[in-house]
């Protein structure tokens, strides 16, 4: 599973970051998380605010922080 945080780093970006990696370890599910910060490369996954939330290609939440259970069930309905 891969997983993007699309954002500049602002606080709601580091903040999505940590609920996502604290969603993963509550499901001991395995994920690369990777950051993306390059706009021209956010601007590709055609959303309008950040941060974004991406698994497995697919753009699941953008403009909000997403709660860890929020993000839980994404990740399990990404795995089915």
């Known amino acids: 599973m891969e997983i993007k ?4 780093g602002c606080p709601n970006c580091r903040r999505l970051e940590k ?3 604290e969603a993963l370890a509550k499901m001991a599910v395995e994920a690369t998380i990777a950051k993306v910060t ?8 055609q959303i ?3 941060p974004g939330l991406v698994i497995d290609g697919q ?4 403009g909000r922080v997403p709660a860890v259970s929020e993000i839980s069930s994404m990740i399990a ?3 089915s």
């Open 38 to 45: 390059d706009m021209q490369e956010i601007m590709t996954y």
């Open 5 to 8: 945080i699309l954002g500049t």
């Open 19 to 21: 609920n996502a990696r």
């Open 77 to 79: 309905t990404a795995l």
């Open 59 to 62: 753009v699941v939440s953008s």
């Open 48 to 50: 309008l605010s950040t």
